[in-house]
């Protein structure tokens, strides 16, 4: 998703200023705020596509910034950063309004993945449920559970059906690992050895085999992509 | 050069009242002298009561003797007449130890008796009275008391008849005395009592802050003396005494701890600086740059992986992330956390089996049981398999096999996760539960040696235990938590 405007809430100067520099090195708009009050009225002011707040901020929290954007009708996308990483406080964030969020120290390439998929959500199919995805000749029916390639069905496991479902609805947009797990699993541990990637792999196998144009693609140091064509 | 002497005799004076002030101060000396007051207060109604009522007594018996006389005398006046009544006085009057007579005309006159003096006014009350009075040896001085009572006789003519209250007033005196001694005997007493019991206890309370004040400057192995009595501060001494080991032990632990950190921490962070370190001097080829930052990076990764298990298990030991706790079933993590790593087994030839009962309701975070089980497949897969797994690839597959099981027990909600690999020593397995242990047949493999701890804690933070026993061969850990329902929800 091209061109999208970010505002990026964090008292650590040297953490925002890497942020946006790394988000106008991918093409985006980035603007910073220094503390909670700023933030807020920066944020009320709309236009933007995708908040990054951070939990711990001077003259107002994070999270009661949130909280109050919610109260005032403003819906868009928030992603807490967050030093606390633990279970009980990703549960406190989301109850206060925010859409996804992401311990600290994180990777940037796990930040904007999730931005992505925050900001599609934000501009695109938010009215009626989709039935069916289709990338290329990859076709993936949520009624009926059959996927088919080229007009010949692939059998899947429910696990993986659910695997392919979550990239296709992202396809075009890098999915990360632990993505994957939150979403297909609903665990947010780190699982250390490489149980996704075999997933995937397996995915692969069934979906990829015997066409010329792989559909499931590595994004190195990130993640996974489903998209058309392309030759990795 | 006079100023410092002259300041240091007011010194010294300021340091004897501050003394006397902490004297003053202690609940020993406070307490002493509330006792005092509520038992000189005693002593006060104590006597009181005594004089009072010694003199009722006495004052009654001069009142009845009084009454008997007078009605002998009025008997004498009814038989005899006057003269006789005159007669009997006059006799009576002069015995040893007499009591006190008069009889007066209608008109005041003296007749007879040994009653010189009185106060004007007092024979013309009828009736008993105390008065002062005068005897006939002193003239007219009115220094003697007594009660009296007049009483007129038919024919006008008065007679009065008393007792002197000079024996009664010597007792109260006698009483008064020693009502004033015994009270100053029982403030003297209890004053230098509670001196002696404050200053006492002063003196141990003294010596304990003195010890501890040592401690708190560094001296942690410093202990408080028994005095042996077994009294409360004896008590209060040894309850200190083992505060102060249990804080010490803690103390003893985290220090282990954090040398363990600190090893286990700095290690990867040299080996991480000895690479950029080794890039950078390697050249200036793009390619091993990128390389070696990406390596880098992997590495930082990797710590941060370790920094966030250490936080975690903090946290669960300190039992705060106890907020947040939900029910959850149990057998459903069990079997979503091995389906999860199924696919990791099967690449690994190790067959990953699954016997979970239904219904393992349970409190507590689904999150927190799932990495557990998480860690204990992990373990098993990687561990487990390690002798198994390359026996079973030259037996064609398939010989090695972790065998995941969710099962009710008495009550429990039993995970278990059993391997057939090498197992751990009976003498180590404690061992491994602690932070950064980890096996010498582990050293090579991946790992920091947090996993286990991590799921011994949130076995803790469930009220429940985790064990590793001998599966015969392999090993077997199982986690053991307080199930929320019988087996019929």
Same mark, same amino acid.
């Given at each position: ?8 809430? #964090? %008292? ?21 705020? +220094? ?13 933007? *596509?995708?908040?990054?707040?951070? /939990? ?33 406080? @990703? ?112 995915? =692969? ?14 994004? &190195? ?12 | ?53 010694? &003199? /009722?007594?006495?004052? +009654? ?7 008997? #006389? ?20 006059? &006799? ?23 009653? #010189? ?27 003697? &008391? ?16 008393? !007792? *002197?209250?000079?024996?009664? +007033? ?6 008064? =005395? ?27 309370? *003294? ?11 560094? *001296?942690? %192995? ?32 985290? @220090? ?44 930082? %990764? ?12 903090? !946290? ?77 690839? +030259? ?11 969710? !099962? ?10 059993? %391997? ?14 602690? =932070?950064?242990? @980890? ?51």
């Amino acid at each position: 998703m091209p061109d999208m405007r970010l505002l990026i809430i #964090e %008292d650590d100067r040297e953490a925002s200023a890497y942020l946006s520099k790394a988000f106008r090195e991918a093409g985006h708009v980035a603007d910073t705020a +220094d503390d909670g009050l700023d933030g807020y009225a920066l944020a009320r002011e709309g236009g933007y *596509d995708v908040l990054v707040v951070d /939990r711990m901020l001077p003259k107002l929290d994070g999270l009661s910034l949130i909280r109050s954007l919610r109260e005032q009708g403003v819906e868009t996308p928030v992603l807490i950063l967050s030093a606390l990483g633990q279970v009980d406080d @990703r549960v406190k964030g989301l109850k206060a309004g925010g859409d996804d969020y992401l311990p600290k120290p994180y990777a940037f390439s796990e930040l904007m993945a999730r931005i992505e998929v925050l900001a599609r959500r934000r501009g695109g199919s938010s009215g009626a449920e989709v039935t069916s995805y289709r990338v290329g000749d990859l076709e993936l029916d949520r009624l009926s559970h059959r996927v088919t390639r080229a007009g010949q069905e692939i059998p899947l496991q429910p696990r993986e059906f659910r695997l392919l479902e979550y990239l296709m609805r992202h396809a075009g947009q890098v999915v990360t690992r632990t993505m994957l797990l939150e979403h297909v699993w609903d665990y947010h541990f780190d699982p250390q050895t490489n149980v996704i990637d075999v997933h995937v792999s397996r995915l =692969r196998a069934k979906v990829d085999k015997g066409f010329d144009r792989p559909m499931i693609h590595t994004v &190195r140091g990130a993640g996974y992509m489903v998209r058309a064509g392309g030759e990795t | 050069m006079s100023a410092p002497t002259l300041a240091s005799a007011p010194a010294g004076q300021d340091g004897v009242l501050a003394r006397l002030g902490a004297l003053c101060r202690t609940t020993a000396f406070k307490l002493s002298l509330a006792y005092l007051l509520v038992f000189a207060a005693f002593a006060f109604f104590a006597l009181g009561y005594v004089a009072w009522n010694a &003199r /009722r007594v006495l004052d +009654d018996q001069i009142v009845s003797t009084i009454e008997a #006389e007078i009605n002998g005398l009025s008997d004498q006046y009814a038989s005899g007449g006057i003269r006789r009544l005159v007669g009997v006085v006059e &006799r009576r009057s002069r015995e040893p130890g007499a009591s006190l007579y008069l009889v007066t005309t209608p008109a005041g006159e003296h007749v007879v008796g040994n009653v #010189e003096a009185l106060p004007p006014g007092v024979l013309n009350e009828p009736g008993q009275t105390e008065t002062a009075y005068g005897r006939g040896t002193d003239g007219d001085r009115l220094d003697h &008391r007594a009660i009296v009572r007049i009483f007129t006789l038919p024919g006008g003519f008065r007679l009065l008849v008393g !007792r *002197d209250v000079e024996e009664r +007033d010597r007792l109260r005196a006698v009483i008064g =005395r020693a009502f004033g001694w015994s009270l100053m005997l029982v403030v003297g007493l209890g004053f230098l009592g509670s001196w002696f019991i404050a200053q006492r206890v002063l003196k141990r309370v *003294d010596h304990m802050t003195e010890i501890t004040r040592g401690i708190m400057a560094g *001296d942690l %192995d410093g202990r408080l003396t028994l005095a042996g009595t077994g009294d409360e501060l004896d008590r209060l001494a040894s309850n200190l005494n083992a505060m102060l080991d249990r804080i010490g032990e803690l103390m003893r632990g985290m @220090r282990e701890v954090s040398d363990n950190i600190a090893h286990d921490l700095k290690t990867p962070l040299t080996r991480l600086r000895n690479k950029a370190d080794a890039a950078l001097r390697a050249g200036s080829d793009p390619d091993s740059l990128r390389a070696a930052l990406e390596a880098n990076i992997e590495e930082s %990764d990797n710590l941060i992986r370790v920094f966030n298990a250490l936080l975690m298990i903090a !946290r669960l030991e300190a039992g705060n992330a106890r907020e947040g706790l939900a029910e959850f079933d149990a057998g459903a993590v069990a079997r979503e956390v091995a389906e999860l790593y199924e696919a990791v087994a099967e690449e690994r030839g190790v067959g990953l089996r699954t016997e979970v009962e239904d219904g393992l309701v349970l409190h507590g975070s689904r999150e927190l049981i799932g990495q557990a089980m998480a860690n204990l497949i992990d373990n098993a897969l990687k561990y487990g398999a390690l002798k198994c797994g390359s026996d079973a690839r +030259d037996a064609g597959g398939g010989a090695s096999v972790v065998c995941v099981t969710a !099962r009710r027990e008495d009550g429990s909600v039993v995970l278990s996760v059993a %391997d057939r690999g090498e197992g751990i020593p009976e003498a180590e397995r404690g061992r491994v539960l602690e =932070r950064f242990v @980890r096996l010498e047949t582990a050293r090579s493999r991946p790992g920091f040696g947090l996993g286990l701890s991590l799921v011994n804690a949130v076995a803790r933070l469930h009220q429940g235990s985790f064990s590793l026993d001998d599966n015969a061969p392999g090993l077997r850990a199982t986690l053991r938590l307080p199930a929320l329902r019988g087996p019929s929800a």
